[in-house]
């Protein structure tokens, strides 16, 4: 299961929003992740190595600075 990055909110897909649509990245399923609770925008990728060994990790995305 995805857990916030930032301030370790976790639940299933579904309990975060999805600001695009998720797409592949090597043998992993990458999720873009709006977290509920804090805002926190964050990727998770999932997926199961050629070897078979699944695994999950999240990668923190930078908010882009506002523009004034
Ligand atoms: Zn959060």
Not at 27 to 34: D, G, I, S
Not at 41 to 63: H, L, M, N
Request: proline residues 12%; positive net charge.
């Amino acid at each position: 299961m995805p857990k916030c990055p930032y301030c370790g909110f976790d639940g299933d897909l579904a309990s975060f929003e999805q600001p695009r649509s998720p797409w592949r990245f090597r043998f992993y399923a990458v999720y873009r992740l709006k977290c509920p609770k804090c805002g926190g925008v964050f990727q998770y990728y999932e997926g199961v190595s050629p070897k078979g060994k699944r695994s999950a990790f999240t990668v923190r995305v930078r908010p882009r600075p506002r523009k004034r």
